[in-house]
C-alpha cells in the first residue's frame, strides 16, 4: 500500500511564503505524475500544479509565477514552494501522485491527507 504524507502548511501574513512537501511511501515500482490540488471551502478541488516524471511542469494561471513545483525522485518527495501568498490561497492543499505498483505492474492515484493554509491580509 502506497501512503503520501503532507507537510508545511501553517498560518502567514499575506505576501509570505511557504513551502509544503508531500512523501510517498510504501513498495512500489515508479512515480509517474506528482501533482498539487487545493480546495478552498464551498468549491472544488482545483489543481493548481503539475510536474511530470521527466522534470516538465504545469501550473494554474491562478498561481503561475508565484508558485513552484519541483520533485526529489530518490526520496519520493514532491514540493510546493508558495510565494506572495495572498488571501486567496487559503485552502486545503492536497499532494496526488500517480504511482506504479510492482503488483500488478498498473497505475494508482493516490492522495494526501490535506494541509491547511491560511493567509491573513
Known amino acids: 500500500q502506497v501512503q503520501l504524507v503532507e507537510s508545511g502548511g501553517g498560518l502567514v501574513q499575506a505576501g509570505g511564503s511557504l513551502r509544503l512537501s508531500c512523501a510517498a511511501s510504501?513498495?512500489?515500482?515508479?512515480?509517474?505524475?506528482m501533482d498539487w490540488y487545493r480546495q478552498a471551502p464551498g468549491n472544488q478541488r482545483d489543481l493548481i500544479a503539475s510536474i511530470r516524471s521527466g522534470g516538465s511542469t504545469d501550473y494554474a494561471d491562478s498561481v503561475k509565477g508565484r508558485f513552484t513545483i519541483s520533485r526529489d525522485d530518490a526520496k519520493n518527495m514532491v514540493y510546493l514552494q508558495m510565494n506572495s501568498l495572498k488571501a486567496e490561497d487559503t485552502a486545503v492543499y492536497y499532494c496526488n501522485m500517480r504511482v506504479v505498483l510492482m503488483t500488478p505492474m498498473k497505475e494508482f492515484m493516490y492522495w494526501g491527507q490535506g494541509t491547511q493554509v491560511t493567509v491573513s491580509s
Open positions: 510504501g513498495s512500489f515500482f515508479r512515480i509517474n505524475s
